[in-house]
Structure formats: structure tokens, C-alpha cells
């Protein structure tokens, strides 16, 4: 996957994000794909914890997890991770997808200083 790929994925602001949360449920699926060891550290409860690490053992399944066919939100720590797992969704038919822009950490600078950074 090249660089450039990773920018054409869409993406959403931590703002957004938060308006949506705060709205009560949404009709999104929210992905986080940060290691256990960082959400014992910061993390929204509201998403889904699909580690980028455990690739093997998730892929294989997705589509039996999850609707191919919602809105789908992925987020990590600052935008990388979640970028190459939003491209991947895409191949794999998910219609919807869209990267958090920034991840958890623009989330706790500009939304909830209470969420740990790290």
C-alpha cells in the first residue's frame, strides 16, 4: 500500500466525532485497532477493539462481525494505523469507511483532556 493511497481514504475530526457521541448512539460502527496495552492507557468505550496486531485472526471473520454495508469509523493513536485499516476495509468490500483524523490523541488534546495521553 503507498502513501498516496493512504490519502485518499476519508476521513472525519475529532469534533465530529464527539458531536456524534454525544448525540447518544449512532448508527456507526466505531473501530479502534490500538493495542490492548494502549487502551488500558486511553480509550473510548464506545468502540469496537480490533488490534492491528491480531490482523490473522480478525481478517479472516470481519465480515461475519460487522455489516460491509454501515458507516464504519476507525481510530489508533494519531491516524496511521487506522488509515492502512480503513484501505483494507475497502478492498474488501466495506462501503463506508472513514479514518479518525488525528486518533485518540487529537481527540484528548482538543475534546477531553481527562483521556490520558501517551
Known sequence: MSSQDLYS???????????????GPIPVQLLDVREPQELA???LTEFQNIPLSQFAEWSGSITEQLDIH?????MCHHGMRSAQVCQWLSQNGFTNVKNISGGIDAYSLKIDSSIPRY
Open 70 to 74: 454501515q458507516e464504519t469509523w476507525v
Open 41 to 43: 492507557i486511553a480509550r
Open 9 to 23: 481514504i476519508p476521513e472525519i475530526d475529532v469534533e465530529t466525532l464527539a458531536d456524534a457521541l454525544q448525540r
